[in-house]
């Protein structure tokens, strides 16, 4: 079977940026100068996870999916979870085991004044967070049930300013405005101020989190970058936030949203692969 990603995560306590190939590799981008692309004849199915213990399978039938899909009809019930649980009447004893954990409410910052709220698994610590591609957080109280943290995201998701979801086109967004500190821990404590006024509670948390150094060996780029149309992306990669790869290319700065590509037949290289890339604008001032 042709080598494709089947999963973008960040791995272990130091949260290395990693893609884990069909093929049993880990790859390390950050730091290489790369060529990747991707094949979109067909996708594979990346298989499943076991929920109880943390394992991830390939698919035992090698099967293709609908492009809409990552995995196969088999490994969705072999797998039985569902993030979006609140919305279906259907939940599989995989998920209720797993509602019935601890999890965590958080305050994601994406940018430049823009902030969601989330709920996760506690046990996977700030590690949604990195998924997301979040620049800072705050993880503002943790619940006994995935219910009880669902009934105040839902709650929150509902005040002005807040959101619930973010658009891979938003985080592209985002990347190109300014990121600083002082004002993102400003922003976030204000807006946990309130929600608290707003919903008449008090939660725990106490110290902004921040997160560019686990997405990058040096800053995470800003302002001009060239998002990538056609499925490849090439330079030296510079950055994985989320699964937005950002490489430097001939002088430009590139973005390649990955996780669309999960599942694709990849084609991995350490040369650099001519892009046909628009004209770049440039300022006069």
């Not at 954990?101 to 004044?113: I, R, S, W």
């Not at 969601?116 to 109280?141: C, M, P, Y």
């Not at 509902?158 to 990347?175: I, V, W, Y």
Request: charged fraction near 25%.
């Amino acid at each position: 079977m042709s080598k494709f990603i089947t999963q973008l995560s960040y791995v272990g306590e130091e949260c290395i940026p990693t893609l884990r190939l069909s093929s049993g590799e880990e790859y390390l981008p950050l730091g290489k100068t790369l060529g990747l692309s991707f094949d979109l004849t067909e996708r594979n199915c990346i298989g499943w996870h076991d929920i109880s213990n943390g394992g991830s399978y390939p698919c035992p039938e090698e099967a293709r999916t609908d492009k809409k899909f990552e995995t196969c009809p088999a490994c969705q019930r072999r797998t039985g979870f569902n993030p979006a649980f609140y919305h279906t009447t259907a939940v599989s004893p995989q998920q209720e085991a797993r509602n019935a954990e601890p999890h965590t409410l958080y305050l994601a910052y994406m940018g430049k004044n823009y902030i969601k709220v989330g709920i996760s698994w506690s046990n996977r610590g700030t590690k949604r967070l990195l998924d997301q591609g979040a620049r800072a957080g705050l993880i503002l109280e943790t619940f006994p049930t995935a219910l009880i943290a669902r009934q105040y995201e839902s709650k929150i998701a509902e005040l002005e300013g807040l959101h619930e979801t973010t658009s891979t086109r938003t985080k592209l967004a985002l990347l190109k405005t300014s990121f600083d500190k002082e004002e993102t821990e400003q922003h976030l404590l204000a807006t946990k101020q309130h929600i608290e006024e707003a919903l008449s509670v008090r939660f725990s948390s106490r110290n902004t989190l921040f997160f560019d150094a686990f997405y990058t060996n040096e800053s995470v780029p800003s302002g001009e970058i060239t998002v990538l149309a056609d499925p490849c992306i090439s330079g030296k990669a510079v950055a994985l936030v989320g699964d937005i790869l950002i490489t430097e290319y001939i002088g430009r700065t590139l973005a390649l949203p990955l996780k669309q590509f999960i599942g694709y037949r990849a084609e991995f290289t350490d040369k650099i692969l001519p892009l046909k890339l628009e004209p770049q604008q440039m300022q006069l001032f």
